[in-house]
């Protein structure tokens, strides 16, 4: 069994407590803070167990990169305070089971793409910055076995993360790519950070797909038309595991020519799209996530933004219809990118 590495001397010599003072979601002074992550500490109830959100967004803002989160979800596990109805986590346990058959493990000589549990969207990642990359996980019959289980953190399930984990491993590995490239924000965050906090080996090299894109246009310049958009980007929680990475969202934008609009939630500050809000236990949860997306919707508008960016498909389900029927088209970053280069999207 996998056990966290968590420093609970780090936390109990911390003097601002920012995992728990900067949460958007539940307002904390630092005594208020001290105490709690106390008693997170000693494996005792706190009301961030049934107050959080799940946005992931405390990893990033812990100065100390002691993980926060990971600690509040395997809290919520043992003294067994779900975040989500017990129906939603049996069903969503079970949803992922690898079933039909094994994949066909063809051997990929040098960089894969792999595309997790999105298969479907193998369309948005098709033209001239791909071709030298070979697709993994495109059969949606087996693309569970590529599954890289981060989800469950929404439902408060390490325990189903670490008993999975591994078996996701060891399938992309036995293709014998030399990098193994992203689609999903969430698979880059848990090869790069989840695994190593929980001490899982992960044998091949993560590359996020921002980093790639960077690199591939960064070879075309010649071929870039600036887009000339004012753009908006719904950053996806997961990215708060690996926050290094973010930067690449304005270099892109920078490279292929749009605007990203200044406004009250983006970075560090940037808005859960409320996806897992939406069904929480707590009281008013559908009214409170409706009311942020709208809050996110309206920063969006008033910063006259033409384009929504989306990363995780999660998030673009949630919010590609709210932002579009708002006059803002919702677009994939790489179908952005392949815009630039004269390429339609799909």
Do not use: W
Not at 93 to 106: L, S, T
Request: one cysteine or more.
């Amino acid at each position: 069994m996998f056990n966290l590495r968590f420093d609970e001397n780090k936390c109990l010599a911390c003097e601002t407590h920012d995992c728990l003072t900067r949460c958007q979601y539940m307002a904390m002074d630092i005594p208020t803070a001290k105490a709690e992550m106390e008693k997170l500490i000693q494996g005792r109830e706190s009301r961030v167990l049934h107050d959080c959100v799940t946005c992931y967004a405390c990893e990033e803002y812990c100065p100390l990169g002691n993980h926060p989160f990971y600690l509040i979800v395997t809290r919520q596990e043992e003294l067994d305070i779900l975040p989500l109805p017990s129906p939603l986590i049996k069903r969503g346990v079970q949803m992922a089971i690898p079933f039909r058959g094994e994949p066909e493990i063809e051997p990929i000589a040098g960089r894969a793409l792999n595309m997790g549990v999105f298969s479907m969207l193998v369309p948005h990642v098709q033209g001239r910055l791909f071709e030298d990359v070979t697709l993994m996980s495109t059969d949606s019959r087996k693309m569970f076995h590529y599954f890289c289980q981060l989800m469950y953190l929404h439902f408060g399930r390490t325990s189903v993360i670490n008993e999975r984990l591994e078996e996701s491993i060891a399938t992309i590995a036995a293709h014998g790519a030399r990098e193994v490239i992203h689609f999903h924000d969430e698979c880059y965050g848990t090869y790069a950070s989840y695994a190593p906090a929980f001490g899982i080996d992960v044998p091949f090299k993560s590359v996020h797909l921002f980093e790639y894109l960077y690199e591939r246009l960064g070879a075309m310049q010649d071929d870039i038309k600036p887009l000339n958009y004012k753009v908006a980007y719904q950053r996806p929680c997961s990215s708060r595991l690996s926050p290094d990475k973010h930067p690449f969202v304005d270099k892109l934008f920078d490279l292929i020519g749009v605007e990203h609009v200044q406004r009250e939630f983006v970075d560090e500050n940037a808005l859960c799209c409320g996806s897992t809000i939406m069904g929480q236990r707590r009281e008013g949860s559908r009214r409170f996530c409706l009311e942020l997306q709208q809050k996110n919707i309206d920063d969006m508008k008033k910063a006259g933004a033409q384009l929504c960016v989306f990363n995780c498909p999660a998030c673009m389900q949630t919010l590609g219809k709210p932002v579009a029927d708002a006059g803002i088209m919702p677009i994939f970053m790489s179908d952005l990118c392949r815009l630039a280069i004269g390429e339609k999207s799909p």
